[in-house]
């Protein structure tokens, strides 16, 4: 089995290594990680500026790379994961004690992690791509849940999560931070190419293959297809055109990477505007939360209850909403999914509860089921009549440091 490749961007070489070292031991055998900072790094940004020069730039010839900047790109195009920080501008301190200091800091003035991530999903082959601390540096809680909705990368976390238990296997070691909007990352990082499958014709309809009718959807969820007549008609080639897709739609580009970056945008669109307002497809907690009484006896026991909070592939689907299952969408988003106007419909035959469920609320920063009183409201900026959601508001209990933002939004 090859070795796969994990490239950490960061301007600051100290932490840099403190990352790599973090995610050399969540990802285990099988993976190189490989610190780039530096000389590098400016190799990096110059790389991707100049092949993304022929697409911002109307009639401008190839892109003119040097040898150093294609063996560069084709670093990122073997890449499974990479790693950038958000903000890649370094500090004089930083560059006064290496050789071509001026020159680094130069390159890198104004760069960010987010336009690195953009440009490396258009221009490279490679898998998935997560950005650290674009707004906070320390561990927080997005309170609107859509806060990275447009983003470019597939994640973004912040400087306190690399190695965190709960982002790679979904079950918190030893703390309760774990935020429902996380991935299980250590089963994610192959997901691009996962999602290619999904739209390996291009000309396929999206919300055919998905089951899902866009009817339902708010209005806010089909932003991303403003530029199409009607909705019920887009194709994946459309997502590409989108404003999660490319920044520069009329340039030429060969068909593997409209299909890489058309694979991103579903996912990235699916995971945090389709999926997230549970208003149209609902997960398990979600839905238990929403419709107890469909689940017969079972509420009565507050196991049930811990179980169907599991997360990622080992949360089962439940018998029960077979029917109402929707495959395609738990396949790209990594844990089922359940379409709401069919459980509806099954309904009146599934009330089976004879005695008194327990009474209960799932916490979103904590990924489990709670007793209201150790609960606190918020309100979400999610489309949809489930904007409202709860807490355990660990900062205020004392357990953990970590941010709530923002504040207004919780009581």
């Known amino acids: 089995m090859s070795t796969q490749i994990a490239l950490v961007c960061d301007d600051r070489a100290d932490r840099l290594h403190t990352w790599a070292t973090k995610l050399e031991e969540r990802l285990g055998d099988g993976w190189r990680v490989e610190e780039i900072t530096g000389t590098e790094l400016a190799l990096l940004v110059d790389a991707l500026s100049e092949a993304e020069r022929p697409h911002r730039e109307a009639g401008h010839p190839d892109a003119n790379l040097t040898s150093d900047q294609s063996a560069m790109l084709r670093r990122v195009d073997d890449a499974g994961l990479l790693v950038l920080d958000s903000d890649l501008t370094p500090s004089r301190s930083d560059m006064d004690a290496i050789a071509d200091g001026e020159d680094i800091t130069r390159a890198l003035r104004n760069q960010s992690g987010e336009t690195l991530a953009r440009q490396a999903r258009a221009l490279t082959t490679v898998g998935y791509i997560i950005v650290v601390n674009r707004y906070y540096g320390s561990r927080f809680f997005d309170l609107t849940m859509n806060l990275f909705e447009t983003g470019a990368a597939d994640l973004y976390i912040t400087n306190d999560d690399i190695g965190d238990a709960a982002l790679w ?55 991303v297809l403003q530029h199409v007549d009607d909705p019920h008609d887009a194709t994946f080639r459309q997502l590409v055109d989108s404003p999660l897709g490319l920044r520069f739609p009329d340039a030429p580009v060969g068909e593997d990477a409209v299909r890489r970056v058309a694979a991103s945008v579903l996912l990235r669109w699916l995971v945090r505007t389709v999926c997230s307002p549970q208003n149209v497809v609902s997960d398990l907690p979600h839905l238990l939360t929403r419709f107890p009484q469909l689940f017969g006896d079972d509420v009565a026991e507050r196991g049930f209850w811990d ?13 029960r909403f077979l029917d109402a299952a929707r495959s395609p969408v738990s396949q790209l988003v990594g844990r089922p999914f359940y379409d709401l106007e069919a459980v509806r419909s099954l309904g009146p035959r599934q009330r089976t509860s004879t005695g008194p469920a ?19 409201g918020f309100r979400s900026a999610l489309p949809g009549s489930a904007a409202r959601r709860f807490v355990e508001s660990l900062d205020r209990r004392g357990d953990e440091e970590v941010e709530y933002r923002p504040r207004t939004r919780r009581r």
């Not at 990352?185 to 998905?210: M, N, P, S």
């Open 307 to 319: 179980a169907a909070a599991v997360k990622g592939a080992e949360a089962a689907v439940d018998v």
């Open 169 to 223: 296997t979904g079950t918190a070691d030893g703390a309760r931070f774990n935020p429902s909007y996380w991935p299980v990352l250590g089963a994610r990082l192959d997901a691009i190419d996962r999602a290619v499958t999904v739209v390996e014709d291009l000309d396929a309809k999206v919300f055919d293959t998905l089951g899902i009718d866009p009817d339902l959807l708010e209005p806010e969820q089909l932003d």
């Open 358 to 376: 327990v009474r209960l609320v799932y916490a979103e920063d904590t990924s489990r089921f709670v007793d209201p009183s150790e609960a606190d």
